[in-house]
Structures are given as C-alpha cells and as structure tokens.
C-alpha cells in the first residue's frame, strides 16, 4: 500500500464506496497482522495453518505482515482483556486507512466470557468489527471465507441460513 | 515452471479461486447445531439454554434464540436433545454484521 503517485488513497465518507475503494485496493494483495487478545491460542494455531501448503493463503493473494503499519486488515482472537485494551487500541491506530477489523472465534465474538473485572468479553465494543467469523476455534477454511468476504471476493452466506431443519420430528 | 505462472503472466492474476477443489476434510469438522421447530417444546428450549456452555441459546417467549457467533460446536444440545437437534454441516459462517448470526428458531407451544 505504498503510494504509487496515481493511485488516489484518500478516504470516501460514503460506506458503500468505502467499500469498494477496500476491495479495488486489497482485493488480490492483503496483509494481515494478527492480534491476539487473551485467547487460548487455538485461534492462533488455525491461523497458523493458513500459511500451511494445503491452505495456502499467499495464492489468494493474502499475506501475514508482523507490523501494523504495514497491515491492511487487523485479525482479533480472544475475549479482549482489560490489560490489552491500550495495546489493542494502539495497533488499530498504527494501521493505516483504509482498514479492516476481523473478529475471530467465538471468544472474540462475545460467547464464552461474559464482561467482568479483566475482560470485555468480547472485542467489539473495543474496536470497529466489520467481519466476525465465528467457531471454536474456525477451521481454516471458515478464515478463508471470512477473509474472503472481508475484501469483498465472496458473498456473506450466514445471513440467509436459518439453522432450522424442515423436517418432521423424529 | 508451474503452470500457474504462465496463466499469471498471460492474465495478470497470479492468484486462484477458493476453494480450488472442495476440501476433503469439510465433513469431518465439528459445525453449529441445526434444530427441528416440530420436535423443541418450550421446555426442551429452555433446558438446551441451561445446558449450553456459551450462552448461545436462550429462549424468548415461543422462540428460541440461537447465536451461532457464540455458538462453540460443542454438542451438548446434541446429547442434550437428539431428536430435536442435529449437526448442521455449515462452517463457512462469516458476518459482516453481529445480528446476521443471531437466529431466531420457531417453538411450539407447550
């Protein structure tokens, strides 16, 4: 995401173009920096795969990047603990915009934990969510997707699965 | 040289499709509950909400709310009650809002 002079980085207002401004510039080139905030690290064990030959991510165009600022796409797991609150907040600051916060796993997506004393529970009144993927933890193929639908390059299937079977009663 | 180099170099995109070919181990993974509205009474909603670990299942009047966001796979509505529950065999569940994953399931009423 270095400025190549013709390429116009400045950030719409409108949602919808954001949008597509996000998949026009990371569509086939994403960085990820991983986050974790007080997962158990199997989150982190999955992700790991991702970089695996049968996964494989760099053929969909996907890297992970170990500084923020030269990430595209933040992946959260864990429950967001109170002492990683500053840190968490100080990641997203250092990516540059545009931007884009994955929740990762059920702990991140408020589940697990309930909010007490040393964890929100949850990291999404931390930071700006914009794609939850959830599972316990998610397969790598559950990440793909998810980073998949992050950028735009595959639709949202969830939204329309009502997890009710039509059958009669057994 | 791989192949994939020089359909790259001919279109321009060196990157590939997902997934290339379905993966063998899709039906092996542990998936969220599916549940059958015909066979859940209010009480049987209620005890699947007591019974799960995660805060994943509550029940709302004649519905039972399920979260598949907090939903951990783990199963115990499974054995809790298998006449009105079975795997639903979806992994793929990425949202690009909370609520998107938050089902509402019909129950009858007692």
């Known amino acids: 995401m270095t400025g190549q002079g013709t ?3 400045t950030v719409p207002e409108n949602a919808e173009e954001l949008r597509r401004t996000v998949t026009r510039l990371f569509g086939r080139s994403l960085h990820i920096r991983t986050l974790d905030t007080g997962s158990c690290a199997a989150c982190e064990q ?4 991702l970089a695996a030959p049968h996964y494989d991510l760099n053929r969909l165009g996907f890297f992970f990047t170990p500084a923020p600022r030269h990430a595209d796409l933040l992946m959260v797991t864990g429950p967001m603990v109170r002492a990683f609150e500053d840190a968490a907040r100080k990641t997203y600051d250092a990516i540059p915009d545009p931007k884009i916060v994955v929740a990762t796993g059920a702990c991140a997506l408020g589940g697990v934990y309930q909010p007490d004393a040393f964890t ?3 990291v999404g009144g931390t930071l700006p969510v914009d794609v939850w993927i959830p599972g316990c933890p998610p ?3 559950a990440l793909l997707q998810g980073l998949l639908v992050a950028v735009g390059r595959l ?4 939204k329309s699965l009502d997890f009710s079977l039509n059958g009669t009663p057994t | 040289m791989p192949l994939w180099t020089l359909r790259g ?3 321009g ?3 590939t499709r997902y997934p290339a070919r379905p993966d063998p181990s899709a039906g092996l993974l542990p998936t969220p509950p599916a549940f059958r509205p015909g066979a859940l009474t209010r009480d049987l909603a209620e005890r699947l909400a007591t019974v799960c670990p995660s805060r994943a299942l509550a029940r709302d009047g004649d519905v039972l709310v399920f ?3 907090a939903c951990t796979a783990c199963g115990r509505c499974r054995a809790e009650a298998p006449e009105a529950t079975a795997s639903s065999g979806e992994f793929e569940l990425a949202a690009t809002a909370r609520a998107h994953l938050i089902k509402r399931i019909p129950v009858r009423p007692a």
């Open chain 2, 9 to 11: 170099l001919r279109r």
């Open chain 1, 155 to 158: 639709a949202e299937k969830v």
């Open chain 1, 7 to 9: 390429t116009d980085l």
């Open chain 1, 120 to 122: 929100h529970g949850g």
């Open chain 1, 46 to 49: 999955e992700i790991r795969l």
């Open chain 2, 67 to 69: 979260d598949a966001g």
């Open chain 2, 13 to 15: 995109v060196v990157t």
């Open chain 1, 139 to 141: 397969s790598p193929l």
